[in-house]
Every structure is written in C-alpha cells, then in structure tokens.
T-cell receptor
C-alpha cells in the first residue's frame, strides 16, 4: 500500500526558533494537507495545498507542495509556546483517499 | 455553526458489550469519516461515507459497523467490544466537491475496553 513518511518524529524547540518538518510519499499525491492536534482535541486544518510548487502561508506557518508531488514541507517561524502539539500531514491519492503521516510532536525545551 | 460534534466524549466498556458512537455535522458536507488514533500513531480510517446512502471500508474496518443515517449523521457501532478497540475515535466531514478534500474533525470519543 501507499506509505507516507513524516519526519522528524519529535523535536524539542526553544521559543523563538524556526521549525521545519516534512512528509514524503512513495507515490504522487494531488493534494497535501497540514493539521495540528492539541492534547485532547481533534486535528485542526492549518494549510491546504493543491498544486505542485505551491507555497502557502498562514501567519507564521508556511507550507510547500513539492515539485515532484511526492513531498511537502511545513515551516514554523519564531516558534511560541502554543506551537507545541502534534503536526500531521495528509496526502490525497488518485483514489481520492487521504493518506496520513504518523505525526511530528513539537515539545518545548525546559 | 457547531461544526462536527461527537457523543459521548468518554466511555468505558467491558469486553463483549456493544455501543454506538454518534457523529453529526452542520456544514452540509457530502462525505463523512470515522478514524481511530492509538498512542504514538497517526489516524487510521475505519469506514467512510462518500455521500448520503453509501458507506465503504477503510484500512481497519474489522469489529465495526457504520450507518449514514442522513446527510448530517454518521454513526459507528461496536457490536462486541474488545480491549484492542481501546482508542480515541474521531469523526470527520469533508465537502469533497469542487476539488476540496479538506477534512474537519470532531473533538473525539475516548473509549476504554476492559
């Protein structure tokens, strides 16, 4: 079946740092979606990407749809404490199903 | 708009008991989904309904049944609960038209089977 690898699995961040995470797939996707999940809540949509090469921002968040259509990146600039949580990528395949990454957990450095 | 609502929020069942998880959306979306999320893992699709009147199996359908009652409501039933079904269950909906495949999630139901 299709696989979607999300990395890193977790990362420690210090307030003010920039953060990068990515997802790669074994096949082409037609849509990439990025979600954030806070503890005890459902995932919330952050950014949707529909075209290869597309670069979209939502406040301090920027996501890109890779040119090969097999990857996507999410960057968070100048992180703040409320950025902690789990970030998921999801890609839509040719059968119109969403394939989900396992998540990147952002943790604040003590 | 409430978005996607789920009931109950928490549930504890004994092995072999049955229960139905309820989900409703008020966004007039065509498609609805049931996922489970286990610790340290992503979302796994149990069943989905692409439109009113249709349902299809997802990645992990065994032990579950669903009903798309109308356009708003999509329920998930566990006929004979097992400890392996201890998980957090999320319902989601999507317009799934005009090229929009974005999914919107409810707050989840935390189920423990003892």
């Amino acid at each position: 079946g299709q696989q979607l690898n999300q990395s890193p699995q977790s990362m420690f961040i210090q307030e003010g740092e920039d953060v990068s995470m990515n997802c790669t797939s074994s096949s082409i996707f037609n849509t990439w979606l990025w979600y954030k999940q806070d503890p005890g809540e459902g995932p919330v949509l952050l950014i949707a990407l529909y075209k290869a090469g597309e670069l979209t921002s939502n406040g301090r968040l920027t996501a890109q749809f890779g040119i090969t259509r097999k990857d996507s990146f999410l960057n968070i600039s100048a992180s703040i404490p409320s950025d902690v949580g789990i970030y998921f990528c999801a890609g839509r395949d040719s059968n119109y199903q969403l394939i989900w990454g396992a998540g990147t957990k952002l943790i604040i450095k003590p | 708009n409430a978005g996607v609502t789920q009931t109950p929020k928490f549930q504890v069942l004994k092995t072999g008991q049955s229960m139905t998880l309820q989900c409703a959306q008020d966004m007039n979306h065509n498609s609805m989904y049931w996922y489970r999320q286990d610790p340290g893992m992503g979302l796994r699709l149990i069943y989905y309904s692409a439109s009113e009147g249709t349902t299809d199996k997802g990645e992990v359908p065994n032990g579950y049944n669903v009903s798309r009652l109308n356009k708003r409501e999509f329920s998930l039933r566990l006929e004979s609960a097992a400890p392996s079904q201890t998980s957090v269950y999320f319902c989601a909906s999507s317009p799934r038209d005009r090229g929009s495949y974005e999914q919107y999630f409810g707050p989840g139901t935390r189920l423990t089977v003892t």
